[in-house]
């Protein structure tokens, strides 16, 4: 299994926060979960992406990066 991190600034979750409008999180949360935020630093099997680029450039690196490892694996398995 492998996860796909997607990582920002606070400010830029704050700025994404603010514009979602019903949303279930609100913004006051914000520093409480980035304070008990585990980053995956150690863990294998993880693909982080910097969300400051556009969604469709985080699909595509996330693909990309996906199908990178799924090879790798692939490779090692055999």
Known sequence: MTFVFLQGSRETLASR?????GHFMPLALLDSQLAT????SVERDVVTIEIYQS???IV???????????????????
């Open 17 to 21: 926060l603010t514009s979602r409008k």
């Open 37 to 40: 935020l585990e980053l995956p």
């Open 55 to 57: 969604l469709e450039r």
């Open 60 to 78: 595509s690196l996330a693909m990309t990066s996906l199908a990178s490892m799924a090879v790798r694996q692939k490779t090692q398995s055999n």
